[in-house]
Nanobody, 121 residues
Framework: QVHLVESGGGLVQTGGSLKLSCAAS?????MGWFRQAPGKEREFVAA????????GRADSVKGRFTISRDNAKNTVYLQMNSLKPEDTAVYYC?????????????????WGQGTQVTVSS
């Protein structure tokens, strides 16, 4: 069984930065970050392969967000820069039992409880 715990969310102004962390217990392979705003579906943000050699991100965050991982610590990070109000959401960390990442939330087996990110105008 895999357990994931997100941290690092908070309130920032437009243009600010936050760094999210996802601490995992148990074996993980590919990892992803998703977000869900009130009244909206959960959407893909970024993902990373087990080795860290392959990453992907949504078009809406290209050039602003960076995903990374430290397998020695079993932790995944999401560095968020140039934040916009539309980035406001609960951010979730997820893991799947393969080395390759996917963008669909249905393909992920384990989920954290989420951390709130709020970007004010």
């Amino acid at each position: 069984q895999v357990h994931l715990v997100e941290s690092g969310g908070g309130l920032v102004q437009t243009g600010g930065s936050l760094k999210l962390s996802c601490a995992a217990s148990g074996r993980t392979y590919a990892m992803g970050w998703f977000r869900q705003a009130p009244g909206k579906e959960r959407e893909f943000v970024a993902a990373i392969s087990w080795s860290g050699g392959s990453t992907g991100r949504a078009d809406s965050v290209k050039g602003r967000f960076t995903i990374s991982r430290d397998n020695a610590k079993n932790t995944v990070y999401l560095q968020m820069n140039s934040l916009k109000p539309e980035d406001t959401a609960v951010y979730y960390c997820a893991a799947r039992g393969t080395t390759g990442w996917r963008i669909d939330p249905q393909s992920y087996d384990y989920w954290g409880q989420g951390t709130q990110v709020t970007v004010s105008s």
